[in-house]
């Protein structure tokens, strides 16, 4: 359920976008109420002097409202909370999804305590800041569905190719075979098999040399 208390601050933040793609210096200040917008909008908008022209100005405050919108789901998800949450609590939604000092062998824990049940979960709210739980079909003329786990956002995900960045490759090959034992956790072991075959791509060319 989305977070009720974000709905009073939005027309504030909707009023604020349309000052600032106005280039009015109160749109700025509004925006300051709302600390994750500037660095959100700073990842999607390319041309800030396009942002701010005074031509088009309703296609242009709805534009930066969807780039917004698309940012935040790349870092936090699909959930409604965590978009919103993502937008006017920002530092602590990156806080708490930063895994700049979580190890992979803690990774693999939360991963697999995930897939086999929320029950068996320590810490039920980190696991789901960085995973998700993902309905698969099992068929066309089959009943129910199957659950795989996957990255939360694609922010999320980038940080673990960066933690894979400083792991050997008997740690990588380590990560993909444990990953691969369970079927709800094949599509993480993916984001494995790439970075692996990239360094030994790069380490056959540099022998080569």
């Excluded at 933040?13 to 793609?21: E, I, M, Q, V």
């Excluded at 305590?113 to 980190?126: Q, R, Y």
């Excluded at 129910?144 to 490759?169: P, Y």
């Excluded at 691969?180 to 072991?189: M, S, V």
């Amino acid at each position: 359920m989305c977070r009720l208390y974000h709905q009073s601050h939005y027309p504030t933040l909707l009023a604020a976008l349309k000052l600032f793609c106005e280039g009015s210096s109160e749109g700025t200040r509004l925006l300051l109420q709302f600390p994750g917008t500037p660095e959100l909008l700073k990842e999607q908008l390319q041309d800030e002097e396009e942002l701010s022209a005074n031509t088009a100005v309703s296609a242009h405050w709805q534009n930066a409202l969807d780039c917004l919108l698309d940012t935040s789901i790349s870092h936090f998800g699909f959930a409604a909370g965590d978009v919103y949450g993502g937008i006017f609590q920002f530092q602590q939604h990156t806080s708490d999804r930063n895994l700049e000092h979580m190890s992979l062998e803690r990774l693999r824990e939360v991963a697999s305590s995930l897939a086999v049940g929320l029950g068996g979960i320590e810490e039920p709210e980190t696991s789901t800041r960085i995973f998700a739980l993902f309905p698969v079909l099992r068929g066309r003329y089959v009943d129910g569905v199957d659950w795989k786990v996957d990255f939360k956002s694609a922010w999320v995900a980038k940080q673990f190719m960066d933690l894979l960045e400083a792991a050997d490759d008997d740690e990588v090959r380590q990560q993909i075979s444990f990953f691969k034992r369970l079927p709800e956790t094949n599509d993480i072991a993916a984001y494995l098999v790439e970075p692996l075959i990239h360094r030994m791509l790069a380490d056959t060319h540099s022998k080569d040399l």
